[in-house]
């Protein structure tokens, strides 16, 4: 069955510095990875797909990078409006584009 | 210039009642999906529908049922609601381009509370 697992659960961060979220997965044929934001109250706001090992992208203050085993989220010099739980979630096999998704990190960056 | 709203944004009931949730998308996409994230925020498939045709149908009571009048609209039933079901569900949709999976985008959530 596929797996996700994210790390660390929560993390707290002072602003400006700088750190990163894991994401582990075992699945069979990946498919994408996929980053998500979300916000208290809201739905999840996609950030990143990554297709192989190797990708790299980049949003401002976010860098996602994809190994055949993990993902990591790099966040550089955060601020408070960073601060919301990221999701990853993955798509895999035959699916038809069902994601699975992790339990995510909560991230609070202070000022 | 809403891409994928729901409807309520609250739902408060009694335990056995029947509701209701509608989504529409108006971002053209082909495939909208149902999720259902539990207290601990974990967020897990329930049903997906392409072109109104459902393709995910994941070990969900049939109490829950969907429907996909057109592309752009996928409506949950739930049928002699539990304390179990409270929860918030997502709707989502994605495009279908080339041979890629590509990325969901959701709607702001059903707060689903059963008394």
Known sequence: EDQVTQSPEALRLQEGESSSLNCSYTVSGLRGLFWYRQDPGKGPEFLFTLYSAGEEKEKERLKATLTKKESFLHITAPKPEDSATYLCAVQAGTGFQKLVFGTGTRLLVSP | DTAVSQT?????TQMGNDKSIKCEQNLGHDTMYWYKQDSKKFLKIMFSYNNKELIINETVPNRFSPKSPDKAHLNLHINSLELGDSAVYFCAS?????????EQFFGPGTRLTVL
């Not at chain 2, 309520?8 to 408060?12: D, G, I, Q, R, S």
């Not at chain 2, 495009?95 to 890629?100: E, I, K, N, S, T």
């Open chain 2, 8 to 12: 309520p944004k609250y739902l408060v």
């Open chain 2, 94 to 102: 994605s495009p279908r381009r080339g041979g890629h999976y590509n």
